[in-house]
């Protein structure tokens, strides 16, 4: 992994075709559908085994899980049908596209559309910002149907594509964030059955929102997860390091340095948790998500280059790889909510979840 980052390239594509063969595209899925089963918290705890490797192939493996997980237990026979079988097998990838060029987190202003025709829709627009949209053949798409403006009038599909002419994708080249694959997927009038249709207008966003509050808990679980790494990487060279006759974790300055650095990781670590026992039982919990998914981010990005630092030059080269770990926790920031968006999540719900003074 460390390898393909030094080179600017991505994570072997092959791998995908092992976690698929393993059965992991399917961990949540149904297993009368041929999947795993699992819970939500389990579906945390792989994707932080697998952050502890490396961010942005830890995010775009688990990423086409979710799509997986969507068809197996909200899909309709149809959609089981005719997308589960190679969304396991990891030969149809499907990512969700609610991003646009000119906008990310005001979803309601999306332009793309889909018009109504004989057996389906004719979906055009552009999609930005795709993770593995280089490799992915479908998307989970939010698109305009109609004139009207706000969430009224939008719904989301299933668009499967594979190598149609209609879609053109293009990559978005970010240094040091080659493995997320990242893409914008352009559609001219591409077609779209009428069995692939999610959410109607209306309830679409509402339902799309939903699963956001999930992925900022997953995507903070796994930022916390890439620090543990990086922190590990760093005491296990301060311990082997000398300076002035004795290790550097003996010199108490830069001991405590590294023990603020596990303290916040601790604390993100619990908050993601309390987040991710509520989604586990069921519950929506906007402001817990958007807390944890803010501060965990926040102290994964802060921690790293915290371990960059206290490791010295070194900790800057291709010998560690804690550069490689700063550079792609840094693009969860702009995952799932930005941290304005996420701040504004929890301003809202801050009379309801601190209600009275307590005497």
Known sequence: MLAAHMAGEAFPER?????????????QAKRAHGGLGASYLCKIRVAQEMAHHGFAAAFCLN?????????SQTGTTVQIEHLLAPALRGELLLTTAMTEPAGGSDVSALTTTATPVNGGWTLSGTKAWMTNGLLVGGLIVLARVGDATGAENIASFYVPFG??????RTEVLVPGGRSFRLAEVAFDKHFVPDWCLIAPPGAALKASMTAVNGARVHVAAMSVATLYAALCEAVDYCENRKAFGKPLTGHQGLRWELAEVSVR??????????????????ENPVGLAAQAKKFAVDTAIWGIDQCVRIVGATGASAAHRLNMHLA????????DGTNEMLLDRVGRGLSSAYPKSIS
């Open 15 to 27: 791998w995908i075709v092992d976690w698929a063969a393993i059965g992991m595209l399917g961990l």
């Open 63 to 71: 990423h086409h899980q979710g799509g997986a997980t969507r068809l």
């Open 265 to 282: 990781l601790e604390a993100a670590n619990a908050l993601v948790f309390r987040a991710a026992e509520q989604i586990q039982i069921g």
């Open 163 to 168: 190598a149609s002419e209609s879609v053109k």
């Open 328 to 335: 792609e926790v840094r693009m969860a920031a702009y995952a």
